[in-house]
C-alpha cells in the first residue's frame, strides 16, 4: 500500500515536472538543475557566469534553501531575477516548489533558469524539476571521493563541474583518485574545473551554458 502511494506521489511529480518544461519551452527559456553540496560553491558560479553572459543572455534564478534569503539577496545585489524557494525541513526542491516560482519570475525578460537546488548530493537527484540538464557540482574542499560514494548524482548529470581548484595545494584532493572514482560511474561525462577564485574555467563554464542552451547559444 505504501509502495503504491510513493509511486503515484512519484508519478505526479513527474507530471508537473513536464509542465514545468512545458512553460519553460514556451517561453524560450533553457533551465539548468545546479546540485551540490552546502558551500560547493554554486551561487558562486552562478555569479562568475551571470558577469559572463553579461550582454550575451540574460539569466534568472530559482534559490533553494532551507532558510534565510541571503543567496537571493547576494544574486538581486548584481541585478538578477531570482526567487528565494525556502523549504523549511525539505532537503531537495520538488517540481511543485517550482512551478510556483515560475510564476514570480519574468520568463519572457530571461533566456537561462538556474535552479540552485538544496545542497545536497542526494535526494534533488530524484526529482525532475523541469530542467534541460542536471549539473553536478563537486569542491576540492570535499574530498576525491564523492562520485564512489554519491554515485547517483553523476549518472543523471550532463556535466561536472570541479570547483576551488585553487585548493587543490592546500589539501589532499588527488586529481588521479577522482577522475578514476568517477569514470568508473560515468566513462564519458564531461568535466570543467573551476576556480570561483582566480576565474580559472569559468569561460569553459559559461560556454557549455551556452552550448546547452535549447537555441545552442543562438540569443
Ligand atoms: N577558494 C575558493 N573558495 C570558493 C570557491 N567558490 C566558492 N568559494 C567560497 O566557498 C564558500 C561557499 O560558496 P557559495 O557559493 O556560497 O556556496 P553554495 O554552494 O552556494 O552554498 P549553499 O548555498 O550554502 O549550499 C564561500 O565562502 C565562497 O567564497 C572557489 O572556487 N575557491
Ligand atoms: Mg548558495
Not at 510513493?6 to 538543475?33: P, Q, S
Not at 545546479?34 to 530559482?62: D, F, N, W
Not at 574530498?143 to 595545494?169: M, Q, R, S, W
Amino acid at each position: 500500500m505504501k509502495v503504491a502511494i510513493k509511486k503515484n506521489i512519484l508519478r505526479e511529480e513527474d507530471r508537473i515536472g513536464a509542465l514545468n518544461r512545458e512553460t519553460l519551452r514556451a517561453h524560450g527559456v533553457t533551465a539548468f538543475n545546479l546540485i551540490g553540496s552546502p558551500g560547493s560553491g554554486k551561487t558562486s558560479l552562478i555569479e562568475m557566469a551571470y558577469r559572463e553572459l553579461a550582454g550575451k543572455a540574460a539569466m534568472g534564478v530559482i534559490e533553494g534553501d532551507l532558510a534565510s534569503d541571503k543567496d537571493t539577496v547576494r544574486l538581486k545585489s548584481l541585478g538578477m531575477e531570482a526567487l528565494q524557494i525556502n523549504t523549511g525541513r525539505g532537503c531537495h526542491l520538488s517540481p511543485l516548489m517550482v512551478r510556483d516560482a515560475l510564476s514570480g519570475i519574468p520568463l519572457d525578460a530571461i533566456d537561462i533558469l538556474i535552479i540552485e537546488n538544496v545542497g545536497n548530493l542526494v535526494c534533488p537527484v530524484s526529482f525532475d524539476l523541469g530542467e534541460d540538464a542536471k549539473i553536478g557540482l563537486v569542491s576540492v574542499a570535499e574530498g576525491d571521493d564523492k562520485p564512489t560514494k554519491y554515485p547517483l548524482l553523476f549518472l543523471e548529470a550532463e556535466v561536472v563541474i570541479l570547483n576551488k581548484i585553487d585548493l587543490i595545494p592546500h589539501t589532499d584532493f588527488n586529481r588521479d583518485s577522482f577522475y578514476l572514482g568517477l569514470r568508473a560511474i560515468n566513462p564519458t561525462i564531461p568535466v570543467i574545473e573551476t576556480s570561483c577564485r582566480t576565474g580559472e574555467g569559468v569561460v569553459k563554464w559559461v560556454e557549455w551554458l551556452m552550448k546547452n542552451s535549447i537555441n545552442r547559444g543562438e540569443f
